[in-house]
Nanobody
Framework: QVQLVESGGGLVQAGGSLRLSCAAS????????MGWFRQAPGKEREFVAA????????SYADSVKGRFTISRDNAKNTVFLQMNGLKPEDTAVYYC????????????????WGQGTQVTVSS
């Protein structure tokens, strides 16, 4: 079992930055690839970014490529999402998830999910 708790969300102006964190419980954190997804009001949850078990391989949605950076610290059981150049369309609840490094853009490949953290970007 892995429990995930996101933090770091908030209200920021367009062009600003936020750093999301996702803390994992348990001793098996490094066994999982980690992903970030987001869900805007009235829209389906969508893939944002993923990182493999050791942090050597990453994947990003086209909409955030070049602005967001995913990273992880296995010693601290934490995965991060650094978000720069935020836009109003980035407003959503952001979720972290733990799963396998296969089909990382698909929600069904993730076994554990956090409760989400709200990110609001004002124009």
């Amino acid at each position: 079992q892995v429990q995930l708790v996101e933090s770091g969300g908030g209200l920021v102006q367009a062009g600003g930055s936020l750093r999301l964190s996702c803390a994992a419980s348990g001793r098996t954190f490094s066994s999982y690839s980690m992903g970030w997804f987001r869900q805007a009001p009235g829209k389906e949850r969508e893939f944002v970014a993923a990182v493999d078990r050791i942090g050597g391989i990453t994947s990003y949605a086209d909409s955030v490529k070049g602005r967001f950076t995913i990273s992880r610290d296995n010693a601290k059981n934490t995965v991060f999402l650094q978000m720069n150049g935020l836009k109003p369309e980035d407003t959503a609840v952001y979720y972290c998830a733990a799963g396998r490094w296969v089909g990382v853009t698909k929600q069904y490949n993730y076994d554990y999910w956090g409760q989400g953290t709200q990110v609001t970007v004002s124009s």
